[in-house]
């Protein structure tokens, strides 16, 4: 992930059921100004994550999109768990947690990373990848990609194969596609 963003394809993958589902998913979301500070205009996610025909169909969408390319989830805390386990379970996939700094017991692989508003580091125990191992990164948001990134970086520090990266939503202009290419991305809805 060193190349420059110009040499970097972009490969979008695509719901099966692209309007429909993104349409479904747009419904649940509601928008709530200056939160969590004065200019963020934040998508709250708490109606998609209580309509579980929308969470499975979006898992569905997601496991299609990378059907027998992965056999491992790293799903990013917090939000990014629920979905996670949902593609985890009908993928038939191991299902890896990243956490946050200091919540996982034992040895880890720790990645520092940078946030507009700070930094912070995202963690996985040790033997929770192996080498043979190809992870498929998911998440609820995909906004710059730094998390994303990090969560790679992880990835790659265990020796694992990275596949690609999964989010329900993404807050398109922030370059968080581009700054994950040439890696496959799917986004099952994106707002402006």
């Avoid at 949902?86 to 990645?111: D, F, I, N, Y």
């Avoid at 690609?164 to 807050?171: D, K, N, T």
Wanted: aromatic share 6%; proline share 7%; charged share 20%.
């Amino acid at each position: 992930m060193t190349t420059t963003p110009e040499a970097r394809p972009i490969r979008h993958l695509s719901p099966p059921s692209d309007d429909a589902l993104a349409a479904r998913i747009a419904a649940t979301l509601k928008p709530v100004p200056d939160f969590p500070r004065v200019g963020v205009q934040f998508q709250d996610m708490a109606s998609f994550y209580a309509a579980p025909e929308i969470m499975r169909d979006t898992a569905t969408a997601i496991v299609e999109a990378f059907r027998g390319e992965f056999d491992a989830v790293l799903a990013i805390e917090a939000r990014g768990f629920p979905i996670g386990t949902l593609v985890a379970q009908q993928a038939g996939s191991s299902l890896v947690l990243a956490r946050k700094q200091g919540k996982l017991p034992g040895e880890t692989h720790a990645v520092s990373y940078d946030l507009e508003y700070g930094s912070a580091v995202l963690e996985i125990q040790h033997g929770t990848l192996g080498p043979e191992s190809r992870a498929l990164v998911i998440d609820d948001v995909l906004a710059t990609g730094g998390t994303f990134e990090a969560a790679a970086r992880l990835v790659e520090a265990c020796g694992a194969h990275l596949c690609g990266f999964a989010a329900i939503l993404e807050i398109a202009g922030l370059g968080g596609q581009e700054r994950l290419a040439p890696s496959p991305v799917f986004i099952a809805h994106s707002i402006k």
